[in-house]
Nanobody, 123 residues
Framework: QLQASGGGLVQAGDSLRLSCAAS????????MAWFRQAPGKERECVAT????????YYTDSVKGRFTISKDNAKNTVYLQMNSLKPEDTAVYYCAARRYDSSWSAYVRDYDVWGQGTQVTVSS
């Protein structure tokens, strides 16, 4: 029900835009998020967006570089990533809360997940 795309191999300082298309029983404006997981590390919340107003949240390490947005008509959430760093290398997952639209940055609170898309940033 979530299809993520847009990952790739880039150099430090480059940009990428990830897309997450929702279908089925997932429809905006529920709360949606982008998580990432680097090898050997726990999955962490990168950004969330919720409500019709599109209220956003960012983890400190990406503030000012990443922007989460959504297109309700297309049922799609985006993550624009600028000034990428090698430490941004990870598998990025989009996730949705189908039944509770309140904000959360916890993996356990998201019940629908995309398949993940690899982002690799070389130095």
């Amino acid at each position: 029900q979530l299809q993520a795309s847009g990952g790739g191999l880039v150099q430090a300082g480059d940009s990428l835009r990830l897309s997450c298309a929702a279908s089925g029983r997932v429809s905006l404006p529920t709360t949606m998020a982008w998580f990432r997981q680097a090898p050997g590390k726990e999955r962490e919340c990168v950004a969330t967006i919720r409500g019709t107003a599109g209220i956003s949240y960012y983890t400190d390490s990406v503030k000012g570089r990443f922007t989460i947005s959504k297109d309700n008509a297309k049922n799609t959430v985006y993550l624009q990533m600028n000034s990428l760093k090698p430490e941004d290398t990870a598998v990025y997952y989009c996730a949705a809360r189908r039944y509770d639209s309140s904000w959360s940055a916890y993996v356990r609170d998201y019940d629908v997940w995309g398949q993940g898309t690899q982002v690799t940033v070389s130095s």
